[in-house]
């Protein structure tokens, strides 16, 4: 974002920090608070019936991880710290993390998993995600909205049943619960949203 009368851009140590209204800030933005970086875990504007809305981050400071809560009005400035945003290749996991690479630069990089989070279970081997990366170090990650799994466990299928029954249980090939129309079987392939395992549609391929 260019440095305007309303967003004023400065430097610390190297790094540029623009500030914005805390309604905008969402999970994986850093934002800078009392001179130290912090990566939003979660973030939530809160409109309550009376009073002033207010916007909810939970955070953790990138410098040794401990993690904070802070609420902030919807309209309060906070100053939010400019980092890469990179595509890279999931490779593998290990013990040092989740590793990804850069496909333009074949440069590796090992994630935390605590950075990785509930998103772990939907990583595939070359899936592409958005890897937010600051002086080396990844601390936070977007994968794409939807990614196909297969069905390995859910009740059978039976006659009469139509798409519009109500959803039954399943598990995914990753290990995920959801919940499926009652004509997937095991062994389907289907299409889920990464960020709650949400069913969308029986899979293309």
């Not at 069913?199 to 293309?204: H, L, S």
Request: charged share 25%; proline share 5%; no cysteine.
């Amino acid at each position: 974002m260019a440095a305007t009368a309303e967003w004023p851009q400065r430097k610390i140590s190297g790094r540029t920090l623009v500030k914005v209204i805390a309604s905008s800030l969402r999970k994986g933005n850093v934002v800078d608070k009392d001179g130290k970086l912090y990566v939003i875990l979660f973030a939530e504007n809160i409109h309550p019936g009376k009073g002033t809305p207010v916007t909810q981050l939970d955070m953790r400071r990138i410098s040794d991880g401990v993690k904070v809560s802070e609420r902030y009005r919807t309209t309060e400035q906070v100053e939010r710290a400019h980092v890469e945003d990179r595509e890279h290749t999931f490779l593998y996991s290990d013990g040092e993390g989740f590793h990804f690479m850069n496909p333009e630069t074949y440069d590796q990089i090992a994630v935390a998993e605590d950075v990785i989070g509930d998103q772990a279970p939907y990583l595939q081997e070359g899936m592409a995600v958005t890897l937010s990366v600051h002086e080396g170090v990844g601390i936070a990650i977007e994968l794409p909205q939807r990614a196909v799994y297969e069905v390995v466990e859910t009740e059978p299928t039976t006659k009469g049943q139509t798409a519009s029954s109500s959803y039954k249980p399943a598990i995914l090939s990753n290990g995920v619960k959801t919940t499926v129309p009652p004509h997937i079987a095991v062994g389907t392939r289907i299409v889920v949203m990464t960020a709650d395992g949400a069913y969308v549609e029986r899979a293309k391929d």
